[in-house]
């Protein structure tokens, strides 16, 4: 007669793994939801007091080191991981996997650490996904549609990204349109200085954040179509140093306004070219102007007429550019590659409250038109620094 098997128990480090994994999962996910219906605690309590702190210590190692941290860390965690891996195969290389002690303590770990990396991340970044950031700071609401408005704004984009071009006169090449006239350095200062003096940033004037980086791969970053990312673990922005030189300002800006808790990515691109409009370097304005006008355009050619009426004023260099760009996008990233990260990164957003997913990119031209209305409202006669009043 052979005797029935005893079916194993949970031991007490299972049943204390998965209570842990639960309290941290699910501790993580509550927050968020509070966080979501309470936007006004989220701004007076994480956006102004504790992520200007936390944001200036998380980003102190950043600021010793010359290169991307966020790269090497990634490095390192994927070396280490297959490293483990291979550590395990040899060692367990006379033994069969055991499902159950693979379920029972695999299982509850992955999802303790995945409750312990959503804490890190909302605490880093993620909160901001529940508060209007730009509404906040800047006291705007994007109005309704208004075709007029828009065809006027584009104008003036065209305009003013002309003057700064002209005055910024920076080398050419036939490939690659303008070149940066000023070092990526200089440029990261400049935008630095140019937050660093906007009102509606005053809480965040003492904090000092790290640089943007360009990592070594770069590379793989057009091939993914990443023309920049924020890194919250270690507060870094990166960019893609290979990009055209006309995009670079507004690229720049736009992680460095991730940076600051704008996380939208229209929110970002709002506060991208607001930023470079102000800087203290006309190719810096340019560049603001131009990546405006291409949001606004974009919006304009849904009344085809009034796109027909603008395009003219586009001059030569400003389309040499928009060109030059387009070739290179559609050189490195119209691969698999690229479209993933598009999937990952609409997933991402949808998943973080961004309704619309990466078409919050080109949810902008509100944002711009509120500010404009809002400046001629209390525009004095002392115009902008570099941006003569119309
Ligand atoms: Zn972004």
Known sequence: MIPPRSIPRPSRLTWTLWLLAIATSGSAYGLRILASHHPDWVEAVYARRLYPALAHWVSLPARLAPFSLAECLLGLLLTGSFGLLLWAGWRGRHQRPRLGILLSRGAPVVALVCGLGAHVFLLSFGYHYARPAARNAF????????????????????????????????????ERGSELPLSPAQLADLLAESFRRSPELTHLSDVR??????????????????????????????????????SLPFTMAHEMAHQRGFAFESEANFVAAVICIRANHPYIRYSGWAGAA????????????????VTPLIGDELRADWQAQGRYWSRYASGRLARVSARLNHAYLQSNGVAS????????????????????????????TGEPAD
């Open 139 to 174: 006291g705007l609401t994007p109005p309704p549609p208004d075709p007029v408005a828009l065809e006027r704004f584009a104008r003036r984009c065209i305009r003013q990204a002309a003057l700064e071009l002209a005055a910024a006169a920076p080398p050419r090449t036939a």
């Open 209 to 246: 954040f790290a640089p943007p980086k360009a990592p070594w791969l770069s590379g793989l970053m057009a091939r993914a179509g990443i023309s920049g990312i924020f890194i919250p673990f270690t507060g870094e922005p990166h960019y893609d140093a290979n990009q055209p030189a006309s």
């Open 294 to 309: 291409r949001y606004a355009l974009r919006d304009l050619a849904r009344a085809p007429e009034r796109y027909a009426a």
């Open 357 to 384: 997913g990466i078409a919050n990119y080109n949810e902008v031209t509100g944002w711009l038109l509120a500010w404009q209305a809002a400046r001629r409202e209390t525009e004095t006669s002392e115009p902008e």
